[in-house]
């Protein structure tokens, strides 16, 4: 486990004294899905099966699928073990995150992708710091290796990121942008994000990193997908993430 420095600017309200709260009754893992027909079931199977050291909701918010995925978690669906959302159309996944935060029935929250490139066998041990009262916010953070790298760029990409998160919020963190953060539902809720697409991980960063909160970082394992699996993420992306990362942080209200 990495402990991380929290923001020490003024304008960001942190209290190096306040006291976390340590007590959590459920945790809610948030899926948003959008034709993941070929993972879904895999990916819901995984979780399952985890041993989580909170009871444990697991909220699939479908953005308008027209594959059928739905069709082959059916039977999760009608025994409980998974409770399904519905929106009416594609919107985008930062609407799919705001309505499961919206949902949400455990007061403490993560996401989870069902594309099965993050393993939701490291949520224990992402949740641990938490519940012991370190901190608020965890985040799950990748090691690049050969399996692991989906290119060259896309590694760089991360690690400037997380550098650029890092300067302007006087912080240190080495990913951002990994989907594995686990914070309290009140939290997700309150950053209101705006993003739709992969500038949402830029987003939430600076906006939890603006209203004070000290983000441990935990190692964890990672797969990263080929363009052939389905990998969407382009250059531009990382630019508009910059551009969220400063806009966030120059404000001079709350967002």
């Known amino acids: ?40 079931r895999t990916a819901l199977d995984r979780v399952l099966a985890v041993e989580m050291p909170l009871p444990t909701e697991v909220l699939v918010v479908d953005d308008g699928s027209t594959d059928g995925c739905l069709e082959t978690i059916k039977d999760l669906v009608e025994e409980g073990s998974v409770r399904l959302v519905r929106q009416p159309v594609n919107q985008g996944k930062g609407a799919a995150l ?28 992402l949740m641990k710091p938490i ?34 998160a890092s300067m302007l919020f006087n912080a240190w963190l080495t990913d951002i942008e990994t989907c594995l953060k686990v914070a309290p539902t009140t939290l997700w809720r ?20 603006k209203l004070g909160e000290r983000i441990f970082e935990v190692p964890i394992s990672y797969r990263a997908r080929g363009r052939e699996e389905g990998k969407k993420i382009e250059w531009t992306d990382g630019l508009e993430a910059v551009w969220i990362l400063i806009r966030v942080r120059v404000r001079r209200s709350s967002w």
């Open 131 to 164: 519940l012991e009262g370190e901190t608020r916010v965890v985040y799950g953070a990748r090691s690049y290796g050969g399996h692991a790298a989906y290119s060259f760029w896309f590694v760089l990409g991360n690690k400037m990121l997380a550098t650029v």
């Open 1 to 40: 486990m990495i402990p991380q420095s929290g923001p020490t600017d003024p304008t960001c309200a942190f209290d190096e004294e306040r006291a976390f709260p340590v007590h959590y009754d459920r945790l809610t893992i948030v899926m948003p899905v959008y034709n993941e027909r070929a993972t879904l």
């Open 98 to 125: 705001q309505r499961g935060f919206a949902e949400a029935e455990g007061d403490l929250l993560t996401v989870l992708d069902a594309d099965l490139e993050y393993d939701p066998a490291d949520f224990p041990s």
């Open 190 to 209: 309150k950053v209101a994000i705006t993003s739709k697409g992969f500038g949402i991980e830029a987003e939430v960063t600076a906006k939890f990193l």
